[in-house]
């Protein structure tokens, strides 16, 4: 079954598809891994990455969705992976308000386990962990191009400007 097919969300009247069910981003975040993950190379003494969580705000700070995608290993790594993911979207939300942010990179504390891993659109957060931080955004920068949440060329922006490791090479292969 794929997520599209699941019961509708709340209808909360605003930007229509969140509004009535969020299966199509979940859907698009499967194929955009699908096609990620080969791009990550192993770790060494670790499993492959094969899933995280995306966590889905609205622009208002309400959560919407925090869903596996993929695969996830094990219980610990679920866990850890919920946490991170709902951490990056409600940073960045604060952060948008206070400074303008529009990803999570930009109030990055690798010390203080504050990963980049989620980026604003006018549509909602979107927030994603699992696999390397800049794998993590670069998944969700291509899903929010693909919906329609973001133009290429600001995907592209953000990328350039937070140290693009994976999204340049991410959207050429998904064609955008």
Same mark, same amino acid.
């Given at each position: 079954?794929?997520?599209?097919?699941?019961?509708?969300?709340?209808?909360?009247?605003?930007?229509?598809?969140?509004?009535?069910?969020?299966?199509?981003?979940?859907?698009?975040?499967?194929?955009?891994?699908?096609?990620?993950?080969?791009?990550?190379?192993?770790?060494?003494?670790?499993?492959?990455?094969?899933?995280?969580?995306?966590?889905?705000?609205?622009?208002?700070?309400?959560?919407?969705?925090?869903?596996?995608?993929?695969?996830?290993?094990?219980?610990?790594?679920?866990?850890?992976?919920?946490?991170?993911?709902? /951490?990056? $979207?409600?940073?960045?939300? +604060?952060?948008?308000?206070? #400074?303008?942010?529009?990803?999570? &990179?930009?109030?990055?504390? =690798?010390?203080?386990?504050?990963?980049?891993?989620?980026?604003?659109?006018?549509?909602?957060?979107?927030?994603?962990?699992?696999?390397?931080?800049?794998?993590?955004?670069?998944?969700?920068?291509?899903?929010?191009?693909?919906?329609?949440?973001?133009?290429? /060329?600001? $995907?592209?922006?953000?990328? +350039?400007?937070?140290?693009? #490791?994976?999204?340049?090479?991410? &959207?050429?292969?998904?064609? =955008?």
């Amino acid at each position: 079954m794929k997520k599209s097919d699941l019961p509708l969300a709340p209808n909360d009247g605003y930007f229509g598809l969140i509004g009535h069910n969020i299966g199509p981003i979940l859907d698009t975040a499967e194929d955009v891994l699908a096609v990620l993950l080969p791009m990550i190379p192993p770790e060494v003494g670790k499993p492959p990455r094969t899933g995280g969580v995306l966590t889905i705000l609205h622009p208002c700070g309400r959560r919407l969705g925090q869903n596996p995608i993929g695969w996830l290993q094990d219980d610990d790594d679920s866990e850890r992976y919920y946490k991170f993911s709902r /951490e990056k $979207a409600d940073r960045l939300h +604060e952060w948008y308000i206070r #400074e303008g942010h529009t990803s999570s &990179a930009q109030s990055a504390l =690798l010390l203080l386990k504050k990963f980049p891993g989620a980026i604003w659109t006018y549509h909602g957060v979107l927030s994603f962990s699992g696999l390397p931080a800049t794998a993590d955004w670069a998944l969700c920068l291509a899903v929010a191009v693909i919906i329609g949440w973001m133009p290429l /060329e600001a $995907a592209m922006g953000i990328a +350039e400007r937070d140290g693009d #490791e994976y999204f340049s090479c991410l &959207a050429k292969a998904l064609g =955008l």
